[in-house]
């Protein structure tokens, strides 16, 4: 018989990771379509985060690609802490602490490594 409790963290996690995924996709596929459309070549640099939003609202392929992977790279993130207030939620505090210790690990990690 399956762990009815699980099934809250399941939908968690599947929803988050479907979600980024899908959101990625999308704007990695409107930035080619307008490559393809004449409207600029393939960036060769990612752009910061308010010029991608700008860029975004004028069109500009480099601001769909740079957001798409931006948002590839933080859904593992989303669903990180999403996990951590599910587990929360649930008051299964070892869990909770084993999944905040993995955040707190990622998060070092971009830190360092930047």
Do not use: K, N, Q
Not at 37 to 62: I, N
Not at 63 to 68: D, E, F, I, Q
Not at 71 to 100: H, K, Q
Request: glycine content about 10%; charged content about 15%.
């Amino acid at each position: 018989m399956p762990d009815r409790r699980a099934e809250p963290i399941d939908r968690v996690v599947r929803g988050t990771l479907v979600a980024g995924v899908a959101i990625s996709t999308a704007l990695l596929v409107a930035g080619l379509a307008l490559t393809a459309l004449g409207h600029g070549g393939v960036p060769d640099v990612t752009l910061g985060l308010g010029e991608a939003f700008r860029g975004l609202a004028h069109g500009e392929p480099d601001a769909y690609y740079s957001l798409g992977l931006l948002v590839m790279i933080l859904t593992p993130f989303v669903r990180v802490i999403g996990s951590v207030v599910a587990f929360a939620v649930e008051r299964d505090w070892r869990y909770v602490a084993v999944t905040a210790t993995v955040l707190a690990i990622m998060i070092v990690t971009i830190v360092v490594s930047a």
